[in-house]
């Protein structure tokens, strides 16, 4: 079972959320929490799975939480999906540099809904190339400043490689038929990547990638 917890200050949309996930054979909702304070004492006491976490909440919201949750050594094994009313606004730019596995719009449908549960609770980043693609146009167009990471140095010309094709939101078989080589090999390369760059998961490794001026 992929144990779930359900952050979001409105009352309906917890109850939504937990009825929905609680419907699925495969998930148990935990517990729930109405702000950043209360999540991050859930996660501590639940360690879920999964957290579905809204960022824009009255008192700690959730971008506090989350940078206090990642930075937790006894949370790493929580993954986050961040909520949001705006697509890729400053919040979720900010959410994935801070380690959020990805992020839904609230008016995303159930099944997306479901579907980026699995995604986060099996290891994946929820970041579709459509997201990438606006991610690099937000920083080339001059949205975002870059910044390179200290360790983007230590990082081997192929990995480097590797990372800016991730960046452009290429799937590991992807990169492989790119590349001409095996998916194992790219898996290598992208841990070996997430590794030197301190990247919690594939969202993070693309958030550094790109503010590296990467892809």
Same mark, same amino acid.
């Given at each position: 079972?992929?144990?779930?917890?359900?952050?979001?200050?409105?009352?309906?949309?917890?109850?939504?959320?937990?009825?929905?996930?609680?419907?699925?054979?495969?998930?148990?909702?935990?517990?729930?929490?109405?702000?950043?304070?209360?999540?991050?004492?859930?996660?501590?006491?639940?360690?879920?799975?999964?957290?579905?976490?809204?960022?824009?909440?009255?008192?700690?919201?959730?971008?506090?939480?989350?940078?206090?949750?990642?930075?937790?050594?006894?949370?790493?094994?929580?993954?986050?999906?961040?909520?949001?009313?705006?697509?890729?606004?400053?919040?979720?730019?900010?959410?994935?540099?801070?380690?959020?596995?990805?992020?839904?719009?609230?008016?995303?449908?159930?099944?997306?809904?479901?579907?980026?549960?699995?995604?986060?609770?099996?290891?994946?980043?929820?970041?579709?190339?459509?997201? @990438?693609? #606006?991610? %690099?146009?937000?920083? &080339?167009?001059? =949205?975002? $400043?870059? *910044?390179?990471?200290?360790?983007?140095?230590? /990082? @081997?010309? #192929?990995? %480097?490689?590797?990372? &800016?094709?991730? =960046?452009? $939101?290429? *799937?590991?078989?992807?990169?492989?038929?790119? /590349?001409?080589?095996?998916?194992?090999?790219?898996?290598?390369?992208?841990?070996?990547?997430?590794?030197?760059?301190?990247?919690?998961?594939?969202?993070?490794?693309?958030?550094?990638?790109?503010?590296?001026?990467?892809?």
């Amino acid at each position: 079972m992929i144990r779930v917890a359900v952050v979001d200050d409105q009352p309906l949309v917890r109850m939504a959320l937990t009825t929905l996930l609680e419907a699925q054979p495969d998930m148990d909702v935990v517990g729930q929490a109405a702000d950043g304070a209360g999540a991050l004492a859930l996660a501590r006491r639940q360690q879920p799975e999964v957290l579905l976490l809204d960022l824009r909440m009255p008192g700690t919201d959730g971008l506090t939480a989350l940078r206090a949750l990642t930075a937790d050594p006894a949370l790493t094994g929580v993954r986050v999906i961040v909520l949001t009313t705006f697509d890729l606004d400053e919040y979720v730019y900010e959410a994935l540099h801070h380690g959020a596995s990805g992020f839904l719009t609230k008016d995303a449908e159930p099944d997306e809904l479901v579907r980026a549960v699995r995604v986060v609770a099996a290891g994946d980043a929820l970041l579709s190339p459509g997201v @990438t693609r #606006r991610l %690099l146009g937000a920083f &080339s167009s001059g =949205a975002r $400043g870059r *910044s390179p990471h200290p360790a983007i140095a230590t /990082l @081997t010309p #192929r990995e %480097l490689e590797v990372a &800016s094709l991730v =960046a452009e $939101g290429l *799937s590991n078989d992807e990169i492989a038929r790119r /590349l001409f080589l095996s998916p194992a090999t790219i898996r290598t390369h992208v841990g070996r990547a997430m590794t030197k760059l301190d990247a919690r998961d594939r969202a993070q490794l693309v958030v550094f990638a790109v503010r590296s001026g990467l892809g």
